[in-house]
Nanobody, 132 residues
């Protein structure tokens, strides 16, 4: 059974940085799951796809709201995915989730409609609070 666990959230001042991690465990993960995504949901708002990538084409997608400030990456073992967040703003405050999928779609598809494209395995989230 696949499990995802996010970490790295916390309280940070505007302009600061955080690096979120998503650790995947479970048999067959590295060979069966190719799409990774980071999503966030702020209180009273809909979930937003922040950054998604499919390692078939290795072209990351970023939401306009984070482009140039956030970077998605993974370790060589392909079991940990990171989201480096720089120049954080109060509007980045949210619970951040990672999710994985098996398909071959480009990252942008997963960020727009993760469930439609088969991104059905999710972590429980980590809270990021950007405040002075």
């Amino acid at each position: 059974q696949l499990q995802l666990m996010e970490s790295g959230g916390g309280l940070v001042q505007p302009g600061g940085s955080l690096r979120l991690s998503c650790v995947a465990s479970g048999s067959g993960f590295t060979s069966n799951y190719y799409a990774i995504g980071w999503f966030r949901q702020a209180p009273g708002k809909e979930r937003e796809g922040v950054s998604c990538i499919n390692y078939y084409d290795n072209r990351p997608f970023y939401a306009d709201s984070v482009k140039g400030r956030f970077t998605i990456s993974r370790d060589n073992a392909r079991t940990t995915t990171y989201l480096q967040m720089n120049s954080l703003k109060p509007e980045d405050t949210a619970v951040y989730y990672c999710a994985v999928g098996r398909g071959g779609y480009s990252g942008s598809y997963y960020c727009v409609d993760p469930h439609y494209y088969g991104m059905d395995d999710w972590g429980k989230g980590t809270l990021v609070n950007v405040s002075s």
